[in-house]
């Protein structure tokens, strides 16, 4: 059983604004005996435990965390059942479950969490009001996140539609859950023009990156049939070449497919693929930054690049075209060429 008494008297002493000469002063000890306490290193001799927690008016069980470790335990079987139920989707069940857990265990965050995810359509004003608390007591992420996740559900479902939508546009983007939730609480147009913009997009790298980890279980044509169908998913989803993030792709997935040309011996058609490279490079700086794209994806909103080496007149590819035509025209390795550090530095 792994103790929190350091933890603890660190966080006590904190609490009452004392230093730790002050509070190795209060108790009769030295000074680096209360810094060895706090850091783990050693435990205060059991004769002063007492002494120690009337100091700081609490039970020597709650100074060693010991009823803390004793609750965490007891919670993580609730929480076994409540995934069970969960897993079932008897929302009824799962809240009654962490109900009478929260009756117990009247402050645990982790039970209110999960009757605010479980509550939010069932009963939005319960979710609202032990999420608000949550929010102002708990320090844990983890928790933190998935509360302010739910409550965007919860005030949807109270008919505080803007509240919610508000709230979810300030979520972070950790697990995509901002995208998931605007996803679900916009509505029309709105709704629609989200989507494009931002959801699909995303699938695009997803595919790129699954298709990474797919390619050392095929053989070297198989590959190339698969980096052909990225380009043909890009072409699709975003039906012109004016889009800044479309050339952006396109342009290394071609690197891409160079390398693997070149690791089978295929020079002539890796120098194919770093040409269209070059012209992807050539259509992505064609375009001032945050123009406005008429592809589907990207015509309801301004997208922004950062600037290679903090210049406001270089455009992110425009280094990585020179670098390129450099390369081919000194006839240089291409195994050097498609290693350049230009390729991983954008």
Not at 60 to 65: K, P, S, T, Y
Not at 164 to 184: E, H
Not at 253 to 274: G, P, Q, S
Request: net charge negative; with cysteine; hydrophobic share 35%.
């Amino acid at each position: 059983m792994k103790l929190k008494i350091a933890e603890n008297i660190r966080k006590l002493r904190h609490d009452l604004n004392l230093s730790q000469e002050q509070l190795a002063e209060r108790l009769g000890v030295r000074f680096q005996a209360v810094s060895k306490w706090e850091r783990g290193e050693t435990y205060p001799d059991i004769e002063l435990l007492p002494s120690i927690a009337s100091f700081f008016g609490i039970s020597v069980d709650d100074l060693l965390g010991t009823n803390e470790i004793e609750e965490n335990i007891a919670v993580e079987k609730i929480v076994e059942t409540l995934r069970m139920y969960d897993f079932q989707k008897d929302y009824l069940k799962l809240i009654e479950v962490a109900e009478k857990g929260l009756t117990q265990f009247p402050n645990n965050h982790l039970l209110m969490a999960w009757i605010v995810y479980s509550s939010s359509k069932i009963n939005p004003k319960r979710s609202i009001e032990l999420g608000e608390y949550v929010i102002s007591n708990c320090k844990k992420p983890n928790i933190l996140n998935w509360v302010n996740t739910e409550l965007c559900y919860a005030y949807f479902y109270n008919g505080e539609k803007e509240k919610a939508i508000t709230m979810a546009k300030s979520l972070p983007l950790k697990a995509q859950s901002r995208n998931d939730v605007l996803r679900d609480l916009l509505e029309g147009s709105e709704q629609a023009k989200y989507i494009l913009s931002s959801i699909i997009a995303k699938q695009v790298n997803d595919f790129q990156c699954s298709i990474q980890k797919l390619l050392p279980h095929y053989t070297y044509q198989e590959q190339l049939v698969l980096m052909e169908k990225c380009i043909e998913l890009i072409d699709v989803l975003f039906e012109s070449d004016d889009d800044l993030a479309s050339m952006k792709q396109k342009a290394d997935i071609y690197i891409e497919t160079a390398k693997l040309n070149v690791k089978n011996n295929e020079n002539d058609k890796a120098m194919e693929c770093l040409q269209k490279a070059i012209e992807c490079t050539e259509k992505h700086d064609k375009y001032p930054y945050g123009t406005h794209s008429t592809s589907i994806l990207r015509s309801c909103k301004k997208y922004y690049y950062e600037v290679v080496n903090s210049s406001p007149t270089v455009h992110p590819y425009q280094k990585l075209k020179e670098t390129l035509l450099e390369r081919i025209k000194s006839d240089d390795d291409f195994a050097v060429l498609i290693c350049s550090p230009a390729f991983h530095e954008l």
